[in-house]
């Protein structure tokens, strides 16, 4: 029975609306704490021996003790020139991912590393260790452009081309390269983020149907 209230994640989802700015305002303070957790993570790692907690969380491809990486390798980067080109794209595309909902950000982002780690153990170079949240930045992007197309938003649409714009440079980075990253990383997490999109969708409210008038039946008392 509908008692003439509003959904509040229906109102958080529409531009311009309190709800969404508040929402949004939300996602981007969660995202700015997450920041100051990467970068203790790393002082600990260049405290006790640089690179040491990268040997033991990272991605180590075809290896089985570097399985454990799946989880623990977006915490872990591999200096600090590497977490500063990280924060800020993350911040960004991950308080645009968060305001779509706190639920299904936490399982998109469960899929996203799930896809993207076990895709770099099973086709990554069995000798790097992989590090970074990079892969995780290219699953909130594709999940917002794929969001907008299977939940025909235009709002996530419009913030994924602003992205877009704003790091196209580093798109390349989803191509196979000599350089020392990990492109299949980059693009499994995309892939990841599209998958994600699908998986966790928000359904279109259905229309309401209009009632049939039926007739009027009149009886004696």
């Known amino acids: 029975m509908s008692y003439g209230g509003t959904d509040p994640q229906s109102e ?5 609306t309190d709800a ?3 929402s949004l305002g939300r996602a981007f303070v969660t995202m700015c704490a997450v920041i100051p957790f990467l970068f203790l993570v790393e002082a600990i790692d260049q405290g006790i021996g ?3 907690l990268d040997m033991a969380g990272g991605i180590i491809p075809h290896r089985l003790d570097g399985l454990d990486g799946v989880l623990f390798s977006p915490f872990l980067h591999s200096g600090w020139d590497h977490l500063y080109g990280n924060a800020v ?3 960004l595309v991950g308080t645009f991912a968060l305001a779509g909902g706190g639920r299904r950000f936490i399982w ?8 993207s780690g076990l895709g770099v153990w099973f086709v990554g170079d069995p000798n790097s260790v992989v590090v970074g949240a990079s892969g995780v930045i290219f699953g909130y ?3 917002l452009v794929a969001r907008g197309l299977v939940e025909r938003s235009w709002w996530n649409l419009g913030v994924s081309a602003f992205i877009g714009l704003l790091y196209w440079y580093q798109l390349y ?3 196979p390269t000599d350089q020392p990253i990990s492109w299949q990383g980059h693009l499994l997490g995309l892939l990841g983020g599209v998958l994600a999109a699908v998986l966790f969708r928000r359904k279109r409210p259905k229309r309401a149907l209009t009632p049939t008038p039926t007739a009027t039946t009149f009886t004696d008392i």
Do not use: D, E
């Not at 958080?12 to 311009?16: N, R, V």
């Not at 998109?108 to 896809?115: A, D, N, Q, R």
């Open 12 to 16: 958080a989802a529409k531009f311009g």
């Open 20 to 22: 969404f700015y508040a």
């Open 50 to 52: 640089a690179g040491q």
């Open 89 to 91: 794209p993350l911040i």
């Open 108 to 115: 998109s982002t469960f899929v996203i590393m799930l896809v």
């Open 141 to 143: 992007l594709g999940m």
């Open 173 to 175: 980075n989803i191509l």
